[in-house]
């Protein structure tokens, strides 16, 4: 186990090496310059662009550049292109708001998915299976940003109540407890939209999981021994069938990041992945960069944490 | 069963803790009825958020229109587009020539023998208003020359020279106005080539050694013959304060000039001050501002904001980088916390910012105009257009950044009312005129009479555009209206191409000498109005017979690969233009190397002469008179084929209106018009919002 820990470390922090040099190349030798070096602008002169060249450092060397990046990040001093603002805090300003809409999508897609996923595998190719397998392939193939017009359109023109941004604009004077439920308010579609594609994903997997265990000869055994159907299910059938699902948990950590470009840039949330998507369209590469930084830390902590919890839940395994 | 109860339970107990969220927020109806303050606020939505509050650094249009609600400048444009002062409550623009003594040249056919002579002749004319005498000068000094590129980076290498210079008498003379011909003029004075035939070479010797070949281009900068030194003196509006408190002066002047020009502040701007020579303070409220040069343009950028100096002088600067605790050294402008909160001296204070979300602004009461009527000014940003219109269906923003096919829908809607107007800027069709097919004007012309631009504007745009013919502003006077466009005629299309040589061959296709008329029309991707175009020209030019390629290629590569290079036959793109009528960049032959932006290689040595010519005029009627002749050229070559200027629309709650007290001290209510440029928001500072929809007495 400890052995386990160290090496999966050392391993993970080459991987995380190979990730910074690759990352670094692709965002930097991508075509186009940062907007401040504006190609466009009549008035600019070719000694202007310099000086922007150089007080971004992009007149020296790659690998110059590269440590000059890294050394800045992990010293603090990194600041955003755009606005020369640090990029760790303006970071985590939106870790803060992207988190909420995490938390409570995740909240919803695994506590939808797994009743709605046993039931359609115990009452296999009945009315309920058909249409929420129907009702799953809607869900993927339809993107989301399609829906969340649908719902805010259908949601303002019936109730006349405000959807968008985090909170209702012109209720700073309102009581404490209004204003901590607008903004839960506020969280409800945007956290549907972003977990109904989850919803859908998960459930199958759920029902396919559940399918192969009640197949299993110790569920038969069980039956035989005069257990009530529930305990037969839950207790043996849904058990064994969480196994993959421990797993899984460890790797959704890294949406955290990623947040969700389309939902947050629809809902004007303020969050990760809006500021990812505009940071790209500037070209803003601190921001970037940091950011796809740390989604890769996030990834190997979420891959580590998996396999710890594979070794807690499944005896069987060690590593 | 417990699991079964929790798996059911949790989902239900999560889904209504967050719907039951519903009932606690108001509908709008409710928000507005509750709360009378929300039609003194106005709110406007954008897609992006500012960039960085500081009129110097800034280059985005979020933060400039936050700016100006914060900052005021020097001057700005009035209704007519005309210029009028805002902080400077007057100018005077006068200008000031230098030009040596030249004890060679014959005057009147006798050699001169002193310059109190010639101070006795000029001092006759009328424009000139001084003329002083700047005894020789004798004195050593360093100049920078460009030599060739060694280290390859693209830029030639400077060269420091050591000069020793012997100058003669120099003359300075005071003009009343700005005349650009002054030194032909003068030639009827004192004789033709006066100011030609005055040798530097003769007065200066290089000691750096090793350069000597170089001696006439150092002597004539160091030198130079003749000098022109257009001055602006701004009378500065008294009593005007910060939104702190301060009082503005001259001070601020400077101290925004320098801030800009410091090239560790980075300023976008440097450019459009570059050609400034000095600026001084002559007193608390009048600055003067001489320039190297004569330069029209660089009287418009004093529209700049105003910084205040007693909040980011040096000083400020270090005490804020140690309050920090960074090193002051790397510590600049830039950096100071004042671009997240700025203070202007504007109709509106800065509140508060919140990135991504919105930034809110109250009024200044102090404001020298008189205060807004509206209490605040929030910016909010919604990067997403159907929900801007969403929220302002709902009321959640008086206004937004409509797009034409919204303005449909809500057009006939008694709630709102709707302003359109012309933007500042173009879509056309460039040729590269490097390239052999373009080189004829004929053939322009035939490409261009080959597109129906009408029905591009009908069916493209919307008719949300109108037709262009030139690159100038189509609202200013500096537009020739009496200009046509090439009409829609693809038969007199072909009839000039077969005049310039392209004949159908059996196919169909054009052919001269043997080879087949065709090459590659390309644009930028991300666009789909240009992508609808190259379609539209691509077909139509097919049909004459001409056979057209078509590429549509990602944004950097389109400006790093094509445009940069010169490396594309034909291309479609837009130019956003300012109001000044200065085409130098974009038209100017010298400007067609790579990275410059006179890409197609427009060469034309009139319309050159004419471009220097504009820039250079400080009298308006005489710009137009040139800006109409270089029309004319333009627009005769056909470098592009014009196409259309898109329109901008707006949409606004019937319930704003303008609202003025009268002398007589009544209130008038007025409903909001255009001005005569299109622009609706002219008079924003005394707009406000009423309960009730107004009624007006022209609308019954």
């Known amino acids: 186990m400890f052995s386990f820990t160290v090496r999966s470390f050392f391993q993970k922090l080459v991987t995380l090496f190979f ?157 404490g407890i209004y204003q901590v439920m607008d903004r839960v308010w506020h969280l409800v579609l945007p956290s549907i939209l972003g977990a109904l594609g989850g919803i859908a994903l998960l459930s199958r997997y759920v029902r396919a999981q559940m399918l192969e265990v009640i197949h299993q000869d110790y569920i038969r055994t069980a039956r035989a021994k005069g257990l009530s159907e529930d305990q037969v299910y839950y207790r043996h059938g849904f058990r064994n069938a969480l196994l993959p699902f421990v797993t899984m948990f460890g790797l959704i950590l890294p949406g955290l990041i990623g947040g969700s470009v389309i939902i947050e840039s629809i809902f004007a949330w303020p969050g990760m992945g809006r500021m990812g998507y505009e940071a790209i369209l500037a070209r803003d590469y601190p921001i970037i960069l940091t950011i796809n930084f740390m989604a890769a830390v996030l990834v190997l902590i979420g891959t580590f944490i998996s396999d710890l919890l594979y070794m807690v839940v499944d005896p069987r395994i060690r590593l | 069963m417990l699991i079964k109860k929790v798996l059911i339970l949790l989902p239900v107990i999560i889904f209504v803790l967050l719907l ?105 004319k009328d424009n000139i208003t001084d003329v002083a005498i700047i005894p020789p000068q004798k004195g050593e000094t360093d100049i920078q020359i460009a030599g060739p590129d060694t280290n390859g980076d693209g830029f030639p ?36 080539g006066y100011f030609k035939t005055f040798q530097a070479s003769d007065h200066v010797r290089i000691i750096t050694e090793g350069h000597e070949d170089k001696l006439s ?36 002047v400077k101290f925004t000039y320098e801030a800009i020009i410091d090239p560790k502040n980075l300023s976008p701007r440097v450019p459009d001050y570059e050609p400034v020579k000095y600026l001084e303070v002559i007193d608390r409220y009048k600055v003067k501002v001489v320039y190297k040069r004569l330069y029209f343009p660089a009287f418009g950028t004093w529209g700049m904001g105003m910084l205040p100096e007693h909040l980011l002088n040096p000083g400020a600067i270090k005490r804020e980088a140690e309050a920090k605790g960074e090193d002051p050294a790397g510590f600049t402008l830039r950096d100071s916390g004042f671009n997240r909160h700025p203070v202007g001296t504007g109709p509106f204070v800065f509140r508060e910012w919140k990135s991504d979300q919105y930034i809110v602004l109250d009024r200044h009461e102090d404001y020298w105009e008189g205060a807004p009527n509206y209490r605040s000014y929030t910016y909010r940003i919604v990067p997403d257009l159907l929900t801007q219109e969403m929220e302002f269906y709902g009321g959640a923003i008086d206004s937004y950044g409509v797009q034409p096919h919204q303005v449909e829908r809500l057009k006939d809607d008694p709630a709102y009312q709707n302003f359109s107007g012309l933007s500042f800027g173009y879509t056309y069709i460039g040729y590269n005129m490097r390239r052999e097919l ?74 001269k000498d043997g080879k087949r008329f065709a090459f590659t029309l390309i644009t930028n991707g991300g666009n789909d109005l240009r992508k609808s175009i190259l379609t539209i020209a691509q077909d139509a030019w097919k049909k004459i017979g001409i056979d057209v390629k078509t590429d549509i290629v990602e944004w950097s590569v389109f400006i790093g690969r094509h445009v940069n290079t010169g490396n594309f036959d034909a291309l479609i793109l837009g130019w ?57 050229i333009i627009a005769d070559e056909q470098p592009y084929t014009f196409l259309y200027v898109g329109k901008w629309t707006a949409v606004l709650d019937r319930k704003i209106v303008i609202k003025e007290a009268l002398p007589s001290g009544e209130e008038e209510i007025r409903k909001i018009t255009p001005t005569r440029t299109g622009n609706y928001s002219f008079y924003f500072n005394k707009w406000i919002k009423l309960a009730e929809n107004p009624v007006f007495e022209m609308e019954r």
């Open chain 2, 157 to 192: 290498d400077p060269i420091n020279l050591k000069v020793r210079f012997n100058a003669p008498h120099r003359f300075k003379v005071t003009l009343r106005e700005v005349d650009q011909d002054f030194f032909t003029k003068m030639e009827s004075v004192l004789g033709k």
């Open chain 1, 19 to 175: 990730i910074s040099i690759i990352s670094f190349l692709v965002v930097y030798l991508a075509p186009g310059e940062p907007s401040q070096i504006d190609p466009l602008n009549p008035k600019f002169t070719a000694e202007d662009l310099q000086r922007f060249r150089q007080e971004f450092n992009l007149d020296k060397p790659l690998q110059e550049q590269y440590y000059l990046y890294y050394k800045n990040l992990f010293t603090g001093q990194l600041k955003s292109w755009k606005d020369n603002q640090p990029v760790l805090g303006k970071i985590y300003e939106r870790f803060k708001n992207s988190l909420w809409l995490f938390i409570v999508g995740t909240l919803i897609t695994w506590c939808l998915s797994f009743p709605v996923g046993i039931h359609a595998a115990i009452r296999r190719r009945s009315f309920f299976d058909r249409s929420t397998t129907f009702l799953a392939y809607v869900l993927i193939s339809i993107p989301s940003f399609f829906f969340a017009y649908i719902l805010i359109i259908f949601v303002v023109k019936t109730f006349n109540i405000p959807v968008i941004g985090m909170q209702t604009f012109g209720m700073s004077g309102a009581a």
């Open chain 2, 438 to 511: 373009f080189k004829d004007k004929r053939v322009r012309k035939a490409l261009g009479m080959a597109i129906d631009t009408d029905k591009i504007i009908r069916y493209v745009m919307y008719d949300q555009a109108e037709r262009i013919t030139g690159p100038f502003v189509k609202q200013t006077d500096y537009y020739d209206r009496g200009i046509q466009p090439p009409p829609y005629d693809p038969e007199g299309a072909l009839e000039l191409l077969r005049e310039a040589g392209w004949v159908r061959n059996s196919e169909g296709w054009l052919e």
């Open chain 2, 576 to 632: 956003s233009m300012g109001i000044d009528p200065d085409l130098y960049q974009i038209w100017h032959s010298s400007q067609s190397n790579q990275n410059q932006l006179n890409f197609v290689g427009f060469n034309n040595k009139e319309a050159d002469d004419l471009i220097v010519k504009i820039r250079q005029e400080y009298d308006h009627d005489k710009q137009v008179e040139y800006c109409h002749r270089l029309h004319r």
């Open chain 2, 20 to 124: 039951q969220s519903f009932f606690w927020v108001p509908t709008y109806d409710e928000q507005v009825r509750g709360n009378p303050l929300r039609l003194e606020e106005f709110i406007i939505a954008a897609i992006g958020d500012a960039r960085i509050l500081n009129p110097i650094l800034s280059a985005d249009s979020s933060s400039s229109t936050i700016e100006a609600q914060v900052f005021d400048g020097l001057i700005d444009r009035d209704e007519e587009l005309k210029f009028r002062g805002r902080l400077a409550a007057g100018w005077k623009i006068y200008e000031e020539v230098y030009f040596y003594f030249n004890p060679k040249a014959a005057v009147n056919g006798r050699i001169i023998s002193g310059p109190e002579t010639i101070r006795a002749l000029l001092s006759q």
């Open chain 2, 217 to 252: 281009a150092v002597a004539a900068q160091v030198l130079p013959a003749t000098e022109h030194n257009p001055v602006i003196i701004f009378d500065l509006r008294k009593g005007v304060k910060f939104h702190d408190g301060h009082e503005f002066d001259s001070g601020d």
